[in-house]
């Protein structure tokens, strides 16, 4: 049996390492989420505070507006509920349906 001095850096497995740039689109990371971000339009005024704090990139926007959330990168942190001026974002645990609200 080799000593730690014989191992060679090249040897040791990569770990969280993405070696490839510019493919964090292929990893999703909402899968571990126990909360979800949940949008009321009527109480929403579209200031895209959500979009500028979200640090996953998940709250998808389209002509300036916000129009849902991507499940896939969210990890439910709840930033996006935190910043939002008009409450108008609720974060609701999986698989909880709340009538009148879009996610």
């Given at each position: ?10 040897e040791f497995p990569r770990g969280a390492v993405i ?13 571990w989420r126990s909360e979800r971000p949940v949008r ?54 999986e698989g909880c349906e709340l009538p009148g609200v879009?996610?």
């Open positions: 049996m080799s000593g730690i001095g014989s191992w060679k850096a090249e070696p490839e740039s510019g493919n964090s689109r292929d990893y999703v990371t909402g899968g009321s339009e009527e109480k929403c005024n579209q200031c895209l505070l959500c979009f500028i704090f979200c640090p996953d990139s998940a709250i998808n926007v389209e002509n300036e507006q916000v129009t849902t959330f991507n499940l896939d990168h969210c990890k439910g942190c709840g930033v996006c509920a935190a910043e939002c001026p008009q409450d108008a974002i609720e974060m609701v645990p879009n996610g």
